[in-house]
């Protein structure tokens, strides 16, 4: 999933938010999960999230989702999120995090 970083997006520093950033984390662990699932999934918890670079105004933030591990109705979610510079195209490890989703019953 490519996301711009927009200035909606970002604080005073030219920076995207953390929360914005989680928001794009759990859609993507969120649409991983449901494909594998082939239903509807929700988000039991965030296990860990390590931010390590910031994502900057003008950038392009690629967040890639893999369901890491399956159990009998749960499911974690291993998340890449990388930055890239649109000018130079050189491509930064920003931040990793890991989700759990709960498959919900058809009603």
Do not use: Y
Request: include cysteine; aromatic fraction near 4%; charged fraction near 15%.
């Amino acid at each position: 999933m490519h996301q711009l970083v927009l200035p909606a997006d970002i604080n005073q520093l030219g920076i995207c938010t953390g929360g914005q950033v989680l928001s794009w984390i759990d859609l993507c662990a969120g649409l991983s999960a449901k494909t594998l699932a082939q239903g509807p999934c929700v988000t039991a918890s965030v296990d860990a999230v390590h931010f390590l670079r910031p994502c900057r105004l003008g950038g392009v933030v690629i967040i890639a989702a893999m369901v890491a591990r399956t159990f009998n109705t749960s499911m974690e979610v291993a998340v890449v999120v990388e930055s890239e510079d649109m000018r130079t195209g050189v491509r930064h490890h920003c931040c990793s995090a890991h989700l759990t989703f709960v498959v919900r019953p058809q009603l």
